[in-house]
């Protein structure tokens, strides 16, 4: 099995199957989808990056039909900020005077236990959907993503979620150079500008894939429909 991407058919292997392919939902917390987040009220963003939700909820509700592993991240720091660098709490100050740690309407901004570092509603993991709580924009970074993905046998990651040139960009090209084979959905990920978004997806389609693969909602719900056995599989299959 395999879907429809650019520049080539994901995986390049062939290998779509729940035993090797998983989807990785990165950062879909109030933080960044409601207003009064982090990104809102920090960062000055003026909307939102709702669009997302609905294209991830069909995808997480199809990969969880035909029975693929779903894995969710956040990002945050610790309440006393010790997972916070000099420099990045220095940053976050310079858009709009207000930082990582300060108090903003759905909590402390970016801190773990807020009210805003949770996951939206709408894409409510499930008891046995892990969710990998990282300190930076990496998935990898700091976390036992890796380890956990390593003892399933995945080898395929499909990503989705916010922002596309920041921390989904950049759990790409490290899970690119641990020698996973990543896709992007175009259209399930976006950035803080419209812009932004289409020089991330244009980064990954050059010299055939440098960091991966680029696809489509339509193209994934395709290939899970097609898939014949909801992800079961007999021993000698």
């Known amino acids: ?14 290998s779509f199957d729940p035993r090797t392919t998983a989807l990785i939902i990165i950062d879909m917390q109030r933080e960044f989808c409601e207003v ?8 000055g963003y003026p909307t939102p990056l709702r669009a997302t939700i609905a294209p991830i909820k069909s995808l997480l509700t199809a990969f969880r039909a035909a029975e ?5 991240t956040r990002e945050g720091h610790r309440p006393d900020l010790s997972t916070l660098s000099s420099r990045e709490l220095t ?21 773990r236990g807020e009210p805003g570092h949770n996951i ?6 499930l008891e046995n959907e892990p969710i990998v709580d990282k300190p930076g924009r990496s998935a990898f970074a700091h976390t036992d993503l890796e380890l956990m993905l390593r003892i399933r046998g995945i080898r395929n990651l499909v990503l989705v979620g916010v922002t596309t040139d920041v921390c989904v960009h950049t759990t790409m090209r490290e899970a690119n150079d641990r020698g996973f084979d ?24 050059e010299e055939g894939g440098i960091f991966g693969c680029v696809t489509t909602t339509k193209a994934l719900m395709v290939a899970l429909a097609t898939s014949g056995d909801g ?6 299959s």
């Open 91 to 111: 940053r976050s100050y310079i858009r709009t005077g207000k930082g990582i740690g300060d108090d903003g309407p759905l909590g402390r901004f970016l801190v």
């Open 182 to 205: 990543v896709c992007l959905v175009e259209d399930a990920t976006e950035a803080g500008t419209k812009e932004l978004h289409k020089a991330s997806v244009a980064s990954v389609l």
């Open 231 to 236: 992800g079961r599989h007999d021993d000698d």
């Open 36 to 43: 009064g987040g982090y990104l809102t009220e920090s960062q």
């Open 120 to 125: 939206i509603p709408e894409l409510a993991p």
């Open 68 to 72: 693929f592993p779903v894995y969710f």
């Open 1 to 14: 099995m395999h879907v429809q991407a650019r520049p080539y058919a994901f995986p390049h292997d062939l």
